[in-house]
């Protein structure tokens, strides 16, 4: 089972440019590296991964096996309205992943 976390500022005002944290828990195998027994791991690495607020998508990207197992994302995106806001990906294997949060946004004074 992967595992994601999603870290944005607590208060949000409308119209506000802010930075969104990604966090997904992946192993990010190459395919280089070999077992104990001297057999290599097959590669699995994510192949996509897309972001969306509400229906719109704000981030996407096609991560290659130069990423880091744990792969951290960071982006920015300008909050209009409370939104549900998605993350999901792919791997090499076929397995899927997502990520569901809600982002509230704060009517600006």
Not at 3 to 11: C, E, G, L, N, T
Not at 23 to 34: K, R, S, V
Not at 43 to 54: D, E, P, S, V, Y
């Amino acid at each position: 089972m992967t595992i994601a976390r999603v870290q944005w500022p607590d208060m949000v005002r409308a119209g506000d440019v802010v930075k969104v944290r990604l966090l997904i828990q992946h192993p990010m195998d190459t395919g280089y590296l070999q077992d104990f027994t001297g057999k290599l791991v097959p590669r699995n690495i994510i192949r996509l991964l897309t972001c969306q607020l509400g229906k719109q998508e704000v981030f996407r990207i096609e991560p290659s096996s130069g990423i880091s197992a744990n792969p951290f994302f960071e982006f920015y995106v300008r909050a209009t309205h409370t939104a549900e806001f998605k993350a999901a990906w792919t791997d090499d294997k076929g397995v899927k992943g997502e990520h569901l949060q809600i982002f509230k946004v704060t009517e600006s004074a």
